[in-house]
């Protein structure tokens, strides 16, 4: 890591020549223009210029990323460019729109990925996560193991009241966290505020029963600060801890703001994010976008599971765990990965083996506990065994003979 | 137009069957999960249900925009969804998440491009441009004609008080509007306050000396939208009238609190937006893209030009020309178009032919400007020039007969 630059990773494709296109990208984001101008002395230059410092060459491709008039070969390199310091700042536009936005613009190449971005201890100034991983286990009460959760389900439609409904039936289920759907902000059959007041006394209520307050993460993203805002002291008076943030919808300037004052555990849905990482040539690693909102404030992060509802295959599934919970500048800027969608607690053992046998995780189940034969507790039961099986180093189908919430739930979903 | 709902239209493309693609995208972005869940009754669905209202058939394609296994042909659609407003509501977060982001994580498509939403009358509510076409030219001064602008040369390196000399023989060459690159926001070579306080004696002292105020567009965009904030109002204080936003950078939360709160005229550069326009198949229109900016109130939108020095081809650039001003809700929510990059006056018949022959935008030169053999004001001059040449219907050539300036220029640029 270098004190005094920013390192950029790109995974550049041209027909052309790497090496110039590299050198390209590095003038155009310094001082470049189309035509020799007065005043660009070397002085000048000096104080912004990029410098290319790395480029390991690729297999080249017979097909382009980004559809072409030519024919090919497509030549592929990894390329780091060194962006000084003093040129950007700290401050997140700034590394946007000087490292990332305008490379994607240059002309001339037929692909262009963002891999990686190495930052200097500058960047630490950044608030980072509030709560993260210890942070949730203490605000859940879930000490060791993984944290349980689950979701409104039907995840959307409900009434405050209906979903109040679902929400009793959840925490009698024994779940640790419980959210909103992301796309569940402040639609008119379910406003935001009407949703906060039916929702906290069931959570309340519970508490008191049983001494466990089940960590609710209300939808609170707003494109409006100010809005967002509102809907995080409403749930702050009413006694929540969390809140779903959708970070794409709100953009960093959301983040920011939100970070800054907030008093809540802030959950992650990285909603939008796919169009940015879903072709291979193309846009970003999420090694590199996760780190950002990690600065931003994070505590925890979805990122799909095994065998996901989605298109993500596994093995982007299984980086991304690694890079959430990989430091930045150190180990209070990791975030809890969210292991979800599809999730039932048959993809426990593969999970936990997959990665690095750790038990610091949320694994969130919907359908998965909603849908369980044996109603939502035995759905619950099941993933906690499952997760037992796992730590214990025990197949599912072994564990599932003596536990029949388990069994079936194999017996159901089970390939 | 629908009151009732927000209409999205999507180019999808998937080697399965559209229909059935179709179907789950609308499923997947109300109630559903994957697999089946008590309390999803009909009247639950009813109320947030989206559903497919028209599918337009293409021709299929012989290679995914995605890479894929398999062999195709790939059947592509333009599919309109409709959805609920009263399930969305009108916040732009609710809108990116439910409509937009979700769609981009479906399994089983190879491609999909969000082409064009339509909002209900509802969401006319968003406050849009402050100062828009209208605006613009009162500020300026410029009430007929193209606004001519500039920025400054080398855009990166420069000191706050060479900045300011450059900026001294721009507003003698008699430019209307100045802008900072939009890679220049604080870097400690020229940090936000010392490059106002720099900056603005020249503009003062020209229009003491002229009667004439040009436009200057300070960089204050930050991802801290309290720091943005206290660059628009330093702006303020010292008399400046706009700002350079890299709308991307901030996000859609950070436009919005500064929207409310903002005296300047925002000039939006959309630095970032390449990686999800730039493959056909993928990603966004800008038609779409620009009505969600316009809405939280971008006053000027830049839009590269004919033969920019980026990516884009010249129909792109033509359509976005009819995007920004096209109403929404009414003429006021029309941004003014910026036509930049690579420009020098040559595009100037074209893009009046292309664009309506119409002269409100702003014409932006800056190589084109600086770059000019003559020196800046006579690239300035060549500019005009080049524009009464188009407004009067005569040729580049012919008017360059009579005119010394757009004869040097086109000598030095024309291919």
């Known amino acids: 890591m270098s004190t005094t630059s920013i390192n950029v990773t790109y ?197 008191q029963k049983t001494g466990k307050k089940v960590m609710y993460a209300f939808g609170i993203s707003s494109a409006d600060p100010d809005v967002m805002m509102r809907n995080h002291d409403l749930v702050m008076e009413h006694g929540g801890n969390a809140a779903v943030i959708n970070i794409n919808s709100i953009g960093y300037g959301g983040m920011a703001f939100l970070r800054k004052r907030s008093g809540l555990c802030l959950h992650a849905h990285r909603n939008g994010w796919d169009i940015l990482t879903r072709h291979p040539g193309l846009g970003m690693e999420f090694r590199a976008y996760q780190k950002i909102w990690r600065l931003l404030g994070v505590d925890q992060f979805q990122i799909n599971g095994i065998r996901a509802k989605y298109w993500e295959p596994d093995e982007s599934f299984v980086k991304s765990f690694t890079d959430v919970t990989t430091p930045i500048f150190s180990q209070d800027d990791c975030a809890l990965p969210v292991v979800c969608s599809g999730q039932w607690g048959g993809q426990a053992v593969e999970t936990y083996n997959r990665t690095g046998r750790t038990l610091d995780l949320m694994y969130l189940g919907g359908g998965g506990i909603h849908g369980h034969p044996m109603g939502a507790t035995s759905g619950v039961a099941a993933i906690r065994q499952a997760w037992d099986a796992a730590r214990d180093d025990v197949s599912l189908e072994a564990k599932a003979k003596s536990h029949p919430e388990l069994a079936a739930a194999l017996a159901k979903w089970q390939d």
């Open 11 to 207: 995974r550049l494709e041209t027909s052309g020549n790497i090496e110039a296109l590299a050198a390209k990208i590095a003038s155009d984001q310094s001082t470049g223009t189309f035509t020799a101008v007065p005043g660009e002395t070397a002085e000048v230059q000096a104080r912004c210029a990029a410098t290319v410092v790395k480029i390991t060459p690729l297999a080249p491709s017979d097909t382009p990323s980004i559809p072409d008039a030519g024919t090919g070969p497509y030549n592929r390199a990894d390329v780091v460019i060194s962006y000084p310091l003093d040129a950007v700042g700290t401050d997140i536009a700034a590394l946007m729109t000087i490292t990332i936005g305008g490379v994607f613009a240059v002309r001339g190449l037929t692909g262009v990925r963002v891999m990686d971005i190495d930052l200097p201890d500058a960047w630490a100034c950044h608030p980072g996560p509030q709560f993260g991983i210890k942070g949730s286990r203490q605000l859940t009460g879930v000490m060791q193991g993984p944290i349980i959760a689950s979701i409104i389900k039907p995840s959307l439609g409900l009434l405050p009241s209906e979903a109040a409904a679902v929400i009793k039936q959840l925490c009698e289920a024994g779940v640790d966290f419980i959210k909103d759907d992301e796309k569940l902000m402040s639609p008119s059959y379910s406003p935001f505020e009407e949703r906060v007041k039916a929702i906290m006394p069931v959570i309340k209520d519970h508490e």
